[in-house]
């Protein structure tokens, strides 16, 4: 750890192999991500963790620390950014945070809040996603999938099982389930599915939980998303 | 309809190699017309791939379908090219006397017809492809006929030749469009070479050391490549030899071997020059993979055609097999032990972004045809994570060339920096458009003048993602010093509406984003809405603003070139012709995209009613 780069005027210390958002998170400083999860391969995909190194926007999911590097994040500009990256997210699906059972452990709703923003600003695009209520213990709300495809990655290299793929593409690419009826149903997937557990909003939901805890006393109602930096997976390979 | 029988005998084809899923799927549309859930559950059987995967990757792909389309499926090239050349109306036309609505298949499964992105027959448009296979030159006489055909049920084998005749259009041939290329030749040369001048040294002693084979060839090819100065015709220009090199010199694991891939996925909108070189020139590009692959140390190589040039599979199959007979592939090339080498063609489906190299290598994987994150880049993790070089067609005509003349006498055509000669696709408006070599450093004025252009308003060079070049700007020249390109020369004459191109062009990003990233995904399709919301009539300073936002969250934010380019056109249009676009200013304050008015006309559709009583009678004049 003798290594280090300069992160907002930090020295962050970093151990090879080590991503920028690895090496921030490590050292307790927070960079917004909604794709990016410790425990999975950076798919780079949300770019909401999108700083600039030596002066270039790149994602720090998946861009390697180096001695050295100058790295902005927490700056005016690449928040205005990524509050507008949070605005589309937000058109392109439909997000009805008051009525939906993830707010206030929604990480899309908490890293608004965090960067401020007041707005959706562009126009919605109201999609027509219908919901998937199929399976005895799960529901599937697609309205409010914003493609990080964690689930994808935890069901293929965590469980072994495929049950969630992204299909299509461009504005219609979306998230669809192992099975020729389509219906979730019809998968092997399991309660206990790491896939079951990784979802960032609220498509993944856990049927005759509703309002368990109160609104008021959840995970971002306490503390902001800024305050619940994951700590790293100990690096066993490169990434 | 293919038995299970069919069905096997394509598995055995790509050797039940999941790799190959999206070769397999292809064959099975072709004979079948779609991809049946029948057909997905058997091949997620025979291939242990889940069903997830086959339809997330199927699905990716324009020309690859999950549902019925039609026995007759009709796809207008929607280029800006064609716009100019009526297909709108055209369209229009064979969806009334077929009784279809646009991108619907008719209830009896007969018939659907739709647009699709540039099918690159700009130069004899306008154009379009009926189950994949090209028809040029189309008007409302052959409207009429296609209606006919499709209404008798007429085999295509059965419709006219003449409609699937495709020009090449050469107007003006140089280095390489006038070199009567033997085949062999310049491996040939090459070989002959390096016995006359032996070893070239400019490279590194440690991998020359480090040579499985062929100690000299190898290095004196990349030697000739190097002296040459070649860049990439793709448009990036990246430096030919040091890509080659990298390549050369990555580390290869157990079971490994080094891949060269030629992307003949040319996909930007205008540009056509590579379909020339496949139909005539094919010789030269495989030969110039060979010689990438002696050069790399490469023994398998692939040629990734686009799904629009489908009708040239056949035929450079047939160049493929000529040139094993003749020793030019296969084993032990023209006689050099240990020189093997052999080419496979994959057929892409539709999908721009497939030109991106990563994306490329995804889909040649059978996966959906999203870049990859980079680094590592494919010249040391490409396809299945070996050493892959990936050039352009062009870039390997080249290549052939230099191997038979020599890198000194081809450094020294050109400019400074660009050396050569550059194939321009040339349409639009002009006399004669079609395929015009000339060696870099040629002037805008040049290129017009020789095509035939008048009253010239603006020229498109390199396609969507390239740069609008207006009359004052015509003294510049073509070269990576100043205005690089792929290949397209669009002409846009005084009677054209420029704010209209850009318009095209960014529904043209929108319809291609692969939606990987955020910016990208949601951004083009805004800035869609934002173009459409000024064509409507509904503009304000405010979208300028917009408009410029977007530009930067694209450029800044994106994940890949497609993105990163996708506001230029908009950009360089307002910059330019910014006449254009205040003539849409119908406003100056804020003014919402919803029009009530509008978003009625389904309403009215159901109804089938369109008098006055059902339409507001809207301030700003939306009622039309």
């Known amino acids: 750890m003798s290594e280090t780069f300069v992160l907002d005027g930090q020295e962050i210390p970093f151990a090879p192999g080590q991503t920028i958002i690895q090496a921030a998170s490590a050292a307790g400083v927070y960079i917004p991500r909604l794709c990016y999860h410790p425990e999975f391969k950076p798919h780079g995909s949300c770019k909401l963790c999108t700083v ?54 929604c990480q899309l709703q908490a890293t608004a809040y965090e960067l401020g923003m007041m707005s959706p600003h562009f126009d919605h695009f109201f999609p027509d996603r219908p919901v998937d209520a199929s399976h005895p213990e799960l529901l599937l ?71 368990k805890v109160p609104i008021g006393q959840r995970t971002y109602d306490e503390v902001p998303i800024s305050g619940h930096v994951p700590a790293p997976a100990a690096l066993t390979e490169e990434i | 309809m293919v038995n299970s029988g069919g069905l096997q005998s394509i598995l055995r084809k790509y050797e039940g190699n999941p790799h190959n899923l999206l070769q397999i799927l292809r064959e099975v549309q072709e004979e079948e017309g779609w991809i049946s859930p029948d057909r997905v559950a058997a091949l997620e059987t025979a291939l242990a791939v889940p069903r ?9 792909y324009a020309f690859l379908h999950l549902q ?11 280029n800006i090219t064609d716009r100019m050349l009526g297909n709108q109306a055209l369209m229009e036309q064979l969806c009334q006397l077929l009784w279809v609505e646009p991108g619907k298949v008719s209830e009896d499964g007969l018939v659907s017809i739709t647009t699709t992105s540039c099918t690159g027959m700009c130069d004899q448009g306008p154009a379009l492809l009926v189950n994949g296979r090209a028809i040029t030159r189309v008007d409302e006489a052959r409207i009429v006929e296609i209606a006919e055909l499709v209404r008798n049920q007429a085999p295509l084998s059965e419709w006219p030749e003449e409609y699937f005749r495709v020009e090449d259009n050469i107007r003006r041939r140089d280095i390489l469009l006038d070199s009567h290329f033997e085949p062999g030749s310049s491996l040939r040369a090459l070989h002959a070479r390096v016995e006359t001048e032996g070893m070239q040294a400019s490279n590194t002693r440690s991998w020359r050391e480090g040579l499985p084979r062929g100690l000299v060839g190898p290095a004196t090819m990349l030697d000739e490549i190097k002296r040459a100065n070649l860049r990439g015709r793709g448009g990036a220009g990246f430096t030919t030899g040091l890509k080659w090199e990298a390549c050369r010199n990555a580390p290869l694991a157990e079971g490994q071997d080094r891949i060269v891939v030629c992307n003949a996925d040319e996909g930007e909108p205008g540009t056509f020059k590579d379909r020339v070189l496949l139909t005539s020139y094919a010789d030269m590009v495989f030969e110039g993979m060979t010689l990438a692959a002696y050069a790399v140390g490469a023994r398998r190589g692939f040629l990734y055609l686009r799904g629009e040039y489908r009708y040239l599979l056949e035929h450079l199959e047939g160049v493929l097999a000529r040139r094993r007979r003749d020793n030019l592939l296969g084993h032990s090339i023209i006689g050099i032990p240990g020189a093997d080498f052999d080419i496979k063609i994959h057929v892409g489906f539709g999908a721009y972004v497939c030109g991106e190299e990563s994306a490329l290598i995804e889909s040649l994987e059978g996966k959906r045809g999203t870049p990859r994150n ?108 100043d205005i690089p390109t792929a290949g397209a020369f669009m002409v846009f004459d005084q009677t054209r509406d420029m704010f209209e191109v850009a318009r095209n062009f960014v529904h043209f990003f929108a319809h291609e984003s692969c939606g990987f990233c955020t910016p990208c995904r949601v951004g083009t399709s805004l800035l869609k809405n934002l173009m459409d919301k000024l064509h409507n009539g ?32 908009v950009l360089d249009t307002i910059g330019k012709f910014r006449p254009a676009y205040d003539a849409r200013m119908a406003h100056q304050d804020f003014t919402p995209a919803f029009d009530l008015d509008r978003a009625l006309s389904q309403a009215r559709q159901m109804t089938r009613r369109d008098d006055e009583q059902a339409h507001f009678a809207a301030e700003h004049g939306a009622a039309q």
Request: proline share 5%; charged share 20%; glycine share 8%.
């Open chain 1, 52 to 105: 600039k190194v030596n002066g270039r926007h790149t994602a720090s999911c998946t861009f390697k620390a180096a001695p050295g590097l100058q790295v902005e994040s927490n700056t005016e500009d690449l928040n205005a950014e990524r509050r507008t990256l949070v605005q589309m997210l937000f058109v392109e699906g439909n997000h009805f945070c008051p009525s939906c059972e993830k707010s206030g452990d």
């Open chain 2, 52 to 60: 997830s995967k086959i339809i997330g990757a199927a699905s990716f």
């Open chain 2, 68 to 78: 019925p389309v039609g026995r007759y499926r009709i796809l207008f090239s929607d």
């Open chain 2, 374 to 481: 980079r680094p590592p880049f494919p010249v040391t993790h490409g396809y299945l994570d070996q050493p892959t070089i990936v050039n352009n067609v062009e870039t390997f005509a080249a290549a052939a060339l230099i191997a038979l003349n020599g890198g000194e006498w081809y450094k020294n055509i050109g400019t400074a920096q660009s050396a050569g000669s550059k194939i321009l696709s040339v349409s639009g408006d002009c006399e004669r458009p079609g395929i015009y070599e000339f060696p870099f450093g040629v002037r805008v004025v040049e290129v017009l003048e020789a095509c035939g252009a008048r009253n010239t308003q603006a020229v498109q060079v390199s396609g969507p993602s390239g740069f609008t070049i207006a009359a004052h700007e015509f003294e510049r020249r073509i070269c990576f010093e």
């Open chain 2, 538 to 569: 509904h503009g304000s300073p405010y979208d300028f603003e917009e408009i410029e936002k977007l530009n930067h969250i694209l450029q800044a934010m994106s994940h890949c070139g497609l993105g990163h380019s996708a506001c230029n056109p």
């Open chain 1, 141 to 211: 709300d697609f309205n409010r999938c914003i493609l990080c495809s964690l689930c994808v990655r935890a069901s293929r290299d965590v469980d072994k099982k495929n049950v969630f793929a992204l299909a299509g593409r461009g504005i219609d690419s979306h998230l669809i389930v192992n099975a020729a009826s389509g219906r979730l149903a019809d998968t092997n997937v399991a309660l206990e599915d790491k896939a079951v557990q990784v979802c960032p909003v609220g498509v993944i939901l856990k049927k005759r939980q509703g309002f």
